[in-house]
C-alpha cells in the first residue's frame, strides 16, 4: 500500500551530526502524522519525534533542543537533523508514518520503514 524509503545512517562522531531522511510512496491517499523512532537492543521501540500534517511536533525529552524534525508534504518527505549525538542516540532507527491509503482513503493505517542503522564513535 505505502512504502517508506529510509536514508542517512551511518557512523558519527561523538558531538557530531547526522541526517536522516524517510519518503513515502506507492498508494498514497493522505498522511497525517510521520516520525522516527528508534530501538535498542533490550528495550522497546521508543518515540524519537513526530510531526503532524499540520507541523505540531513532538520530541522525546532525551532529544530536545539536539534534534529536529520537519517535513515536505508535496514530497512526502520527513527529516530528521540530528546534532550533537550521544552514544545513547546510536541504534536502530525507523521511519513511521499514520496514512490514509488509495484503496481505503477513509482508514488511517500505521506504516514502518525497514530501519536504518545510527552509529557513533568517540
Same mark, same amino acid.
Given at each position: !500500500?505505502?512504502?517508506?524509503?529510509? #536514508?542517512?545512517?551511518?557512523?558519527?562522531?561523538? /558531538?557530531?551530526?547526522? %541526517? $536522516?531522511?524517510? *519518503? *513515502?510512496? /506507492? #498508494?498514497?491517499?493522505?498522511?497525517?502524522?510521520?516520525?522516527?523512532?528508534?530501538?535498542? @537492543?533490550?528495550?522497546? %521501540?521508543? $518515540?524519537?519525534?513526530?510531526?503532524?500534517? /499540520?507541523?505540531?511536533?513532538?520530541? *522525546?525529552?532525551?532529544?530536545?533542543?539536539?534534534?529536529?524534525?520537519?517535513?515536505?508534504?508535496?514530497?512526502?518527505?520527513?527529516?530528521? !537533523?540530528?546534532?550533537? $549525538?550521544?552514544?545513547?542516540? *546510536?541504534?536502530?532507527?525507523?521511519?513511521?508514518?499514520?496514512?490514509?491509503?488509495?484503496?481505503? @482513503? $477513509?482508514?488511517?493505517?500505521?506504516?514502518?520503514?525497514?530501519?536504518? !542503522?545510527?552509529?557513533?564513535?568517540?
Amino acid at each position: !500500500q505505502v512504502q517508506l524509503v529510509e #536514508s542517512g545512517g551511518g557512523l558519527v562522531q561523538i /558531538g557530531g551530526s547526522l %541526517r $536522516l531522511s524517510c *519518503a *513515502a510512496s /506507492g #498508494s498514497v491517499f493522505s498522511i497525517e502524522t510521520m516520525g522516527w523512532y528508534r530501538q535498542t @537492543p533490550g528495550k522497546e %521501540r521508543e $518515540l524519537v519525534a513526530t510531526i503532524t500534517g /499540520g507541523g505540531n511536533t513532538n520530541y *522525546a525529552d532525551s532529544v530536545k533542543g539536539r534534534f529536529t524534525i520537519s517535513r515536505d508534504n508535496a514530497k512526502n518527505t520527513v527529516i530528521l !537533523q540530528m546534532n550533537s $549525538l550521544k552514544f545513547e542516540d *546510536a541504534t536502530v532507527y525507523y521511519c513511521y508514518c499514520s496514512a490514509k491509503s488509495l484503496r481505503t @482513503p $477513509l482508514s488511517l493505517w500505521d506504516y514502518w520503514g525497514q530501519g536504518t !542503522q545510527v552509529s557513533v564513535s568517540s
